[in-house]
């Protein structure tokens, strides 16, 4: 089992810059695929990134292609989200979340694990 905590988020002006974090408890971390996901006001929630154990493979939603980069760091139990030029429609609550085994999705139903969530709020 893993607990995830996320943090990083704030308020940001369109075209700046936030880097999220998500903090992994136990020592089976590079065992779970981990993703990023988001949910705005009204919205469902979506796919945004995601990376291996390894962190050989990363996968993108369309809308943040070429802006966000995931990347993790075993050693250290961590995934992050670098997320460049951003745009009021990123405005969402940002979730990670954990799934053991090796196929790699982007449906968030097929998580088993996830963080509380940290608030990202893009100013136009």
């Known amino acids: 089992q893993v607990q995830l905590v996320e943090s990083g988020g704030g308020l940001v002006q369109a075209g700046g810059s936030l880097r999220l974090s998500c903090a992994a408890s136990?020592?089976?971390?590079?065992?779970?695929?981990m993703a990023w996901f988001r949910q705005a006001p009204g919205k469902e929630r979506e796919f945004v990134a995601l990376i291996s154990r390894t962190g050989g493979i990363t996968n993108y939603a369309d809308s943040v292609k070429g802006r966000f980069t995931i990347s993790r760091d075993n050693a250290k139990n961590t995934v992050y989200l670098q997320m460049n030029r951003l745009k009021p429609e990123d405005t969402a609550v940002y979730y990670c979340?954990?799934?053991?085994?090796?196929?790699?999705?982007?449906?968030?139903?097929?998580?088993?694990?996830w963080g509380q969530g940290t608030q990202v709020t893009v100013s136009s």
């Open positions: 136990g020592p089976t971390f590079s065992t779970y695929a």
């Open positions: 979340a954990a799934r053991g085994g090796i196929v790699l999705l982007t449906i968030a139903h097929e998580y088993g694990y």
